[in-house]
């Protein structure tokens, strides 16, 4: 793989694109900066080759241009503490301003540009755009694992004006390293635990999942449309009627494939979906019309955990339950409790998802697991075994632009 480590970037610009898509509070406060955090060891060492540092990234989905809440300029306070230095800032991604930053920066100097989604050429792949944007750096380096599965202008199309000048960061080649482990050395028993929203979201890396592990743990509210599927009643719950039928399709193919598909067997309901909202256990299946599930059940905590305690290699993508609100955190909980468990006996522990991710840190694991990735959509299409656009454009040995 074309890491930075094969090449001293001394005299270099390094045009980086990161993926500090970070959540930001009403007061513009980073309130996750894993992805952050993940970058800094590829900026620093072109740094301390003697380099200089070029970032570019987007934030959110900004609609129409410009707009300051979508802004980089609220991340570069926290991105000069993290890199202990200071960082300049250009307020257009491409243009003199930009070329003339780039031009002035010194060896160990790092400047950050401006949200690239203002331009709607980023999201288009645009090759217009991204020969501007490859004008800023003599080397292209892609490091936003975030962001890898989007053909875009900067993390795809931009490749071809770096032919021999191309190369992968630290955290994209840590990122896939570890998808690969969980993929293909996979140590047994391997457990993967499905959990979030939608079912929909996740069929595919179901299906390919089912070729692979011992144990499939299903909950979070995707749980309910298999509850439902097999007869049961579950109430206002979250549930997609129409894969239904898909849910008795998998809960098949798992007994084909001599998978151990587990599900909960009993769940937590509430009268409404609110942090003050009445609540009671009930059996799976057995839920009031007008009530939901929002969590796995005691019994199911306890079930799944003895089943993760047990396993060699775990894949975590999506909470248990609505864990964002307290009442209904327990069952995320007891299953992160019991991945750091499994952890701290030798197992290989990945966790998947911006969701399963803010749940291991809101309750401060994300320490005792093996892996958390800063990949939610990026890696589900991995490991579905789909090409990502980002990695595909970094193996690329075209000879220049097309
Ligand atoms: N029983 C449930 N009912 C409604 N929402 C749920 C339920 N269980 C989990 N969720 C929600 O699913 C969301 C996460 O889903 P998803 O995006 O698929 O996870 P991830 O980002 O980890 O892949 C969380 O916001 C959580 O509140
Ligand atoms: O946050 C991201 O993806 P994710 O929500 O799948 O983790 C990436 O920054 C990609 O953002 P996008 O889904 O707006 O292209």
Redesign the pocket.
């Known amino acids: 793989m074309n890491t930075i480590d094969f090449l001293n970037f001394s005299g270099k610009k390094a045009l980086i694109r990161v993926?500090f898509?970070v959540p930001l509070d009403d007061h513009f406060n980073i309130t996750d900066d894993n992805r952050m955090v993940g970058a800094v060891p590829t900026i620093e060492k072109i740094l301390k080759d003697g380099g200089s540092v070029i970032l570019m990234s987007?934030l959110g989905?900004p609609k129409d241009g410009p707009d300051d809440k979508y802004s980089l300029r609220h991340i570069v306070k926290h991105l000069a503490i993290l890199l202990n230095r200071d960082v300049h800032f250009a307020p257009d991604c491409i243009g003199e301003d930009a070329i003339a930053k780039s031009k002035a920066l010194k060896s160990g100097e790092v400047l950050l540009l401006e949200n690239l989604r203002f331009y709607k050429e980023e999201e288009k792949g645009d090759e217009a755009f991204a020969k501007k944007l490859a004008q800023l750096g003599d080397v292209y380096v892609n490091d936003a694992f975030?962001?890898a599965h989007?053909a875009h202008a900067s993390t795809a199309i931009i490749a071809k004006f770096f032919p021999d000048a191309k190369y992968f960061g630290y955290l994209m080649a840590g990122e896939l390293a570890n998808a690969e482990k969980i993929l293909n050395h996979a140590e047994r028993p391997f457990t993967a635990i499905m959990g979030g929203a939608k079912v929909s979201d996740k069929i595919l890396l179901i299906e390919k999942l089912l070729e692979k592990v011992d144990n499939l743990i299903i909950g979070g509210g995707m749980a309910y449309t298999f509850a439902k599927a097999q007869g049961g009643q579950i109430g206002t719950s979250l549930c997609e009627d129409d894969k239904m039928a898909l849910a008795l399709e998998l809960m098949e193919k798992a007994k084909q494939k001599k998978v151990n598909l587990i599900l909960p067997v009993d769940t937590i309901i509430a009268d409404a979906f609110s942090p003050d909202a009445k609540t009671a256990v009930v059996k799976t299946g057995t839920i009031p019309s007008d009530w939901m599930g929002l969590d796995i059940g005691p019994e199911t905590a306890k079930l799944f955990s003895e089943v993760i305690k047990n396993s060699k290699t775990i894949l975590w993508n999506g909470p248990m339950g609505v864990f964002e609100m307290d009442k209904f955190e327990v069952g995320t909980k007891a299953v992160a409790v019991a991945v750091v468990e499994a952890t701290k006996n030798g197992a290989f522990s990945l966790i998947g998802g911006?969701d399963s991710a803010a749940a291991v840190s809101k309750f401060g694991f994300e320490d005792q697991v093996s892996y958390v990735s800063t990949?939610?959509?990026?890696l589900l299409e991995y490991m579905e075994g789909k090409e990502l656009p980002g990695v595909k454009a970094i193996y690329h040995s075209g000879s220049g632009p097309e």
């Open positions: 993926d898509n987007h989905r975030g962001t989007r911006g990949g939610g959509g990026a």
